[in-house]
């Protein structure tokens, strides 16, 4: 069973993304802020990590950047899921350069979101 970890503060799309994944057959992780996200994501090792960009704490980036600097996390795919309100192209690619294998804009739809987790994970 694949373990993925959300890093969203929004506690009630954190419960939404949860129950779909949880549904799926995955096991959820989750946490509320990057700093509890980043010590997860080294403690677990999860098959994939979805990020949102704006978190106390440490943000989205720097998650990205820690996450992409150690070795024990460097190699987990992480989906980046954001409502950013500035440049979204800019975001878009920047994240990705960073080491992003995807970006979604929110409103997240639960199937597209499912579906692009299907498609990254190793079957």
Do not use: C
């Not at 990020?51 to 996450?67: R, S």
Request: no cysteine; charged share 25%; glycine share 4%.
């Amino acid at each position: 069973m694949a373990r993925i970890l959300s890093i969203e503060d929004d506690v009630d799309l954190q419960q939404v993304v949860t129950y779909a994944l949880a549904k799926k057959g995955w096991d959820v992780v989750y946490a509320y802020d990057g700093k509890d996200g980043l010590d997860q994501a080294r403690k677990v090792i999860p098959d994939l990590i979805l990020l949102d960009m704006m978190l106390p704490g440490l943000n989205g980036i720097e998650v990205i950047k820690a996450l992409k600097a150690d070795e024990a996390t460097r190699d987990i795919p992480v989906v980046v899921m954001t409502a950013y309100p500035s440049d979204a192209q800019f975001l878009k690619s920047a994240v990705l350069a960073m080491g992003a294998v995807e970006y979604l804009a929110k409103p997240v739809h639960i199937d597209e979101l499912v579906s692009t987790i299907e498609r990254l994970l190793p079957h």
